[in-house]
C-alpha cells in the first residue's frame, strides 16, 4: 500500500513508483507531474538513457511526437536514434536493426487475433489462405527495440537494458536483407511489428515492408499480412505509409491508447499528454478514414490496458467516447480490446485488473456505440478489488 505524495491519502490503488494519486493527477495536475517526473529521471539515469526529452542544440528528429533535438554524441528518448558528430542514424548504425523475430504459429495470439484473417477468415480468399483459422502458418512476429514512451508499466521493460549498453556483438542485430527473406517463407502469412515499439524504426521498416509485398507478389506468395503494434505516436506522414501498407495486404493497425486525461497519460508513459492526444486523434483519424477501402476486415483497432486506480471509467468513456466519434464520421468497425493489467516492471505493486472493472469499461465501451468490444488476458481478471 502506496501514500500520494500530494494529498497523503494511501492506498493499494496507488503505484510506488507514481506516488500521486489519481484523484490528485486530475484535480492538480503540475503538482502531481512535478512528483511523477522526478521519479522517472531516476529510472531512466540508471539506463543511462535521457531523463528528459533532448531539446538541443543538435539535430532534429521528427519520427514521433517527441520531436527530440538531439545533442553531439547523445540519443534521443527512445533509445535509438543517435546524433554521430552531426550526423542522425540508429544506434546500431546504417543497415542493422535492433530487433528479434520468431514464428508465432497460427491461431496467433497477438492484441488483434480477436479479428486477424488468420484466426477468423475475415477476407477470405483474399487476405487469408483458408476458411476457419490458418493452421500451418505462422505470423512472423518481429519485436523492436526502443519505444517513444517510457510506461511504468511495461510488460516488455527488458529491452531498454538491452540498448542501454549497446554492444556491436549483441544477438539483437539484425539485417534487413535477413528480415525479408523471414517474412518471405512459405509459411508466414503475416509480419507483425511490436515491441518496445515500430516506431522508432517506422522508416525502415515501411521500406522494408514495400520490398517484402513485392517480392511476396512476384514469388505468387500472398497473402502476405503487414501489420502494427504501435502507441500511435509516430509522424502523421509515417502513419498514412504504416496504415497503407496494412491496408493492401490484409493488415491490422492496432493503436494502443494509454489514457485519456493529459495528466494521466504522461505519469504512465512520460510522454506530454496533451501533444499525445492531439497526435492519438489525428492518427486515429487517418487510419479510420482508409479503414472505408477494405470494411471486410477493419483496419484500425484500438487497445486500452486497464490499469488499477489509474485507467478508470473517466478514461475509457472518453476513449472510447472519441472512437465512437469515427465510427459514425466514416461508417466503419473499428474495434476495441480491453486488456487486463498484470503488475510489471515498476508498477508490480499493483494487483491484477478486477472483473468489475473489466466489466465496467466493457459496458462503457458499449454505450458509447463501440460494436465489436473484446477482451484480452482475460485469465487474469478476478475479484482483486
Same mark, same amino acid.
Not at 554521430?84 to 542514424?89: F, I, N, P
Not at 486525461?261 to 499525445?276: C, F, I, N, Q, R
Given at each position: 500500500?502506496?501514500?500520494?505524495?500530494?494529498?497523503?491519502?494511501?492506498?493499494? %490503488?496507488?503505484?510506488?513508483?507514481?506516488?500521486?494519486?489519481?484523484?490528485? %493527477?486530475?484535480?492538480?495536475?503540475?503538482?502531481?507531474?512535478?512528483?511523477?517526473?522526478?521519479?522517472?529521471?531516476?529510472?531512466?539515469?540508471?539506463?543511462?538513457?535521457?531523463?528528459?526529452?533532448?531539446?538541443?542544440?543538435?539535430?532534429?528528429?521528427?519520427?514521433?511526437?517527441?520531436?527530440?533535438?538531439?545533442?553531439?554524441?547523445?540519443?534521443?528518448?527512445?533509445?535509438?536514434?543517435?546524433?554521430?558528430?552531426?550526423?542522425?542514424?540508429?544506434?546500431?548504425?546504417?543497415?542493422?536493426?535492433?530487433?528479434?523475430?520468431?514464428?508465432?504459429?497460427?491461431?496467433?495470439?497477438?492484441?488483434?487475433?480477436?479479428?486477424?484473417?488468420?484466426?477468423?477468415?475475415?477476407?477470405?480468399?483474399?487476405?487469408?489462405?483458408?476458411?476457419?483459422?490458418?493452421?500451418?502458418?505462422?505470423?512472423?512476429?518481429?519485436?523492436?527495440?526502443?519505444?517513444?514512451?517510457?510506461?511504468?508499466?511495461?510488460?516488455?521493460?527488458?529491452?531498454?537494458?538491452?540498448?542501454?549498453?549497446?554492444?556491436?556483438?549483441?544477438?539483437?542485430?539484425?539485417?534487413?536483407?535477413?528480415?525479408?527473406?523471414?517474412?518471405?517463407?512459405?509459411?508466414?502469412?503475416?509480419?507483425?511489428?511490436?515491441?518496445?515499439?515500430?516506431?522508432?524504426?517506422?522508416?525502415?521498416?515501411?521500406?522494408?515492408?514495400?520490398?517484402?509485398?513485392?517480392?511476396?507478389?512476384?514469388?505468387?506468395?500472398?497473402?502476405?499480412?503487414?501489420?502494427?503494434?504501435?502507441?500511435?505516436?509516430?509522424?502523421?506522414?509515417?502513419?498514412?505509409?504504416?496504415?497503407?501498407?496494412?491496408?493492401?495486404?490484409?493488415?491490422?493497425?492496432?493503436?494502443?491508447?494509454?489514457?485519456?486525461?493529459?495528466?494521466?497519460?504522461?505519469?504512465?508513459?512520460?510522454?506530454?499528454?496533451?501533444?499525445?492526444?492531439?497526435?492519438?486523434?489525428?492518427?486515429?483519424?487517418?487510419?479510420?478514414?482508409?479503414?472505408?477501402?477494405?470494411?471486410?476486415?477493419?483496419?484500425?483497432?484500438?487497445?486500452?490496458?486497464?490499469?488499477?486506480?489509474?485507467?478508470?471509467?473517466?478514461?475509457?468513456?472518453?476513449?472510447?467516447?472519441?472512437?465512437?466519434?469515427?465510427?459514425?464520421?466514416?461508417?466503419?468497425?473499428?474495434?476495441?480490446?480491453?486488456?487486463?493489467?498484470?503488475?510489471?516492471?515498476?508498477?508490480?505493486?499493483?494487483?491484477?485488473?478486477?472483473?468489475?472493472?473489466?466489466?465496467?469499461?466493457?459496458?462503457?465501451?458499449?454505450?458509447?456505440?463501440?460494436?465489436?468490444?473484446?477482451?484480452?488476458?482475460?485469465?487474469?481478471?478476478?475479484?482483486?478489488?
Amino acid at each position: 500500500m502506496s501514500r500520494c505524495t500530494i494529498c497523503g491519502r494511501s492506498s493499494r %490503488l496507488i503505484a510506488d513508483s507514481l506516488s500521486v494519486c489519481l484523484e490528485c %493527477l486530475r484535480r492538480r495536475p503540475s503538482d502531481s507531474l512535478l512528483v511523477v517526473r522526478e521519479k522517472r529521471r531516476s529510472w531512466r539515469k540508471k539506463l543511462g538513457l535521457p531523463s528528459e526529452k533532448p531539446r538541443g542544440p543538435g539535430l532534429p528528429c521528427r519520427i514521433c511526437i517527441n520531436e527530440c533535438i538531439i545533442p553531439s554524441n547523445a540519443r534521443g528518448y527512445c533509445g535509438i536514434w543517435v546524433n554521430r558528430s552531426g550526423r542522425l542514424e540508429p544506434l546500431t548504425g546504417h543497415g542493422v536493426l535492433a530487433m528479434y523475430a520468431y514464428l508465432d504459429p497460427h491461431p496467433t495470439n497477438c492484441v488483434a487475433g480477436h479479428l486477424c484473417p488468420a484466426n477468423t477468415s475475415r477476407g477470405y480468399p483474399e487476405y487469408t489462405f483458408t476458411r476457419g483459422v490458418e493452421y500451418g502458418y505462422s505470423n512472423l512476429a518481429v519485436f523492436m527495440l526502443g519505444c517513444p514512451l517510457d510506461c511504468a508499466f511495461c510488460q516488455n521493460w527488458q529491452h531498454k537494458t538491452e540498448i542501454s549498453d549497446w554492444k556491436p556483438g549483441i544477438m539483437y542485430r539484425w539485417l534487413p536483407e535477413n528480415l525479408v527473406e523471414k517474412a518471405l517463407a512459405l509459411d508466414v502469412s503475416c509480419v507483425c511489428y511490436f515491441g518496445g515499439d515500430p516506431t522508432p524504426h517506422s522508416p525502415i521498416l515501411v521500406s522494408l515492408s514495400r520490398r517484402i509485398l513485392e517480392k511476396a507478389r512476384e514469388k505468387g506468395n500472398l497473402p502476405k499480412r503487414i501489420c502494427w503494434e504501435t502507441d500511435g505516436l509516430v509522424n502523421p506522414s509515417i502513419m498514412k505509409q504504416m496504415a497503407r501498407l496494412s491496408l493492401e495486404s490484409g493488415g491490422i493497425v492496432k493503436i494502443d491508447w494509454k489514457a485519456w486525461t493529459p495528466s494521466v497519460y504522461e505519469a504512465l508513459t512520460g510522454v506530454d499528454g496533451s501533444k499525445a492526444q492531439e497526435r492519438l486523434r489525428v492518427n486515429s483519424d487517418i487510419v479510420a478514414s482508409m479503414a472505408r477501402e477494405r470494411p471486410e476486415v477493419p483496419l484500425l483497432v484500438i487497445s486500452i490496458l486497464l490499469v488499477p486506480g489509474y485507467v478508470d471509467d473517466v478514461e475509457v468513456d472518453g476513449i472510447t467516447s472519441y472512437i465512437s466519434t469515427l465510427i459514425d464520421k466514416y461508417n466503419v468497425d473499428i474495434p476495441v480490446v480491453f486488456l487486463a493489467f498484470h503488475g510489471e516492471h515498476l508498477m508490480r505493486d499493483l494487483p491484477p485488473t478486477s472483473r468489475r472493472h473489466m466489466d465496467r469499461a466493457v459496458s462503457i465501451a458499449r454505450k458509447n456505440g463501440i460494436r465489436e468490444v473484446y477482451i484480452g488476458n482475460e485469465w487474469l481478471l478476478g475479484p482483486y478489488y
